[in-house]
């Protein structure tokens, strides 16, 4: 496993539409570990592959649960419902936080990292989470949801009080 260097707001690869896997194979399981790694390291709820520089349709996702780590391959939400607004950062705008309105319920359907397909419901945290992280497959950033004039620039001073 390896931490890989997480692309900051301004590449333009955040902006691009992924691919979707073909074949999860052992090169694509590599990938999932290296991204919970990551995502870990810089304490991260959850981690698309185009933030570490691969236009994949991959995503993880750790609420630091009993449930461990989410890891979903091509994920899609086929259904949403209700409506919760939350507080958002990014791993990719550090130190940015705003409020958005996003789905307080959601079930996306994914292969999982052996390539079989399944369904994964979200509520509250979680339905935030997949819908952040799908979005991200498709070039769209929280910055592009936030209710406007609700963006906070945290110093790191702060963070460290």
Do not use: W
């Amino acid at each position: 496993m390896a931490i890989r260097n997480i692309i900051e707001s301004g590449d333009e690869i955040l902006r691009k539409k992924s691919r979707p896997v073909e074949v999860v194979d052992d090169k694509i399981r590599q990938l999932l570990d290296d991204m919970v790694e990551t995502m870990h390291q810089y304490n991260g709820v959850g981690l698309a592959a185009p933030q570490v520089g691969i236009l994949k349709r991959i995503i993880v996702i750790d609420l630091y649960d009993d449930h461990g780590p989410i890891k979903l391959v091509n994920p899609e939400i086929i259904k949403q419902k209700g409506e919760q607004e939350v507080e958002e950062g990014c791993l990719s705008f550090p130190n940015q936080f705003a409020k958005m309105i996003r789905p307080a319920e959601v079930v996306v359907k994914a292969l999982n990292e052996e390539g079989k397909a399944i369904k994964v419901t979200g509520k509250g945290l979680l339905a935030q989470a997949l819908a952040h992280e799908i979005d991200h497959l498709d070039g769209i950033l929280f910055v592009d949801k936030m209710i406007p004039g609700t963006l906070e620039v945290v110093k790191e001073e702060e963070n460290k009080k």
